[in-house]
T-cell receptor
Framework: AQTVTQSQPEMSVQEAETVTLSCTYD???????LFWYKQPPSRQMILVIRQEAYKQQNATENRFSVNFQKAAKSFSLKISDSQLGDAAMYFCAYRSRDNYGQNFVFGPGTRLSVLP | DAGITQSPRHKVTETGTPVTLRCHQT?????MYWYRQDPGHGLRLIHY???????DKGEVSDGYSVSRSKTEDFLLTLESATSSQTSVYFC?????????????FGPGTRLTVT
């Protein structure tokens, strides 16, 4: 079974600075998706960024980018120019490419604080 | 935002009572999921559905049952609630027409079992 690990339970960053959240995963599959979700205090789960494993190019969405290292099974999220609204829980998630069912696995989350 | 609602949004119940949570979608997506969120565990899959009347168990299905009688509704039932089922419950949807392959989540239901 696949597992997702986020080794940083909590992190903090100064406003306008850059922070990187770590995620590693374990799988025997070669084709899959990886995601970062943000959960602000409102509790709503919001998709931040998505990476397809067959793509070598790292995904970017405005201030958010990933460092996808397939061989190392690492998928870190970089937030540039951090803003107060970035404060949230961040979850890394894995999904098998062809299975829409139960193979959607989440990590335990990293709580990010943004200091003014 | 994807059209997903959950009801109730908050519920307090006593140990041993039955509880049903409802998830309703307006997106006509095929797949629906129930997760529970607990500190240190992220989201864990309880049950999922891949069509009307088609459901299967997830990682933490013990003590829970589900039903899906129509595409838009997915019900999660705790037959006899226990304190260990105090959690935040999320419904999610996805489907072949979800171009980016992600899951869309409802707003969550906070359930407290006393």
């Amino acid at each position: 079974a696949q597992t997702v690990t986020q080794s940083q339970p909590e992190m903090s960053v100064q406003e306008a600075e850059t922070v990187t959240l770590s995620c590693t995963y374990d799988t025997s599959e070669s084709d899959y998706y990886l995601f970062w979700y943000k959960q602000p205090p409102s509790r709503q789960m919001i998709l931040v960024i998505r990476q397809e494993a067959y793509k070598q190019q790292n995904a970017t969405e405005n201030r958010f980018s990933v460092n996808f290292q397939k061989a190392a099974k690492s998928f870190s999220l970089k937030i540039s120019d951090s803003q107060l609204g970035d404060a949230a829980m961040y979850f890394c998630a894995y999904r098998s490419r062809d299975n829409y069912g139960q193979n959607f696995v989440f990590g335990p989350g990293t709580r990010l604080s943004v200091l003014p | 935002d994807a059209g997903i609602t959950q009801s109730p949004r908050h519920k307090v119940t006593e140990t041993g009572t039955p509880v049903t949570l409802r998830c309703h979608q307006t997106e006509n997506h095929r797949y629906m999921y129930w997760y529970r969120q607990d500190p240190g565990h992220g989201l864990r899959l309880i049950h999922y559905s891949y069509g009307v009347k088609d459901t299967d168990k997830g990682e933490v299905s013990d003590g829970y049952s589900v039903s899906r009688s129509k595409t838009e509704d997915f019900l999660l039932t705790l037959e006899s609630a226990t304190s260990s089922q105090t959690s935040v419950y999320f419904c999610a949807i996805s489907g072949p027409r979800t171009a980016r392959s992600e899951q869309y989540f409802g707003p969550g239901t906070r359930l407290t079992v006393t």
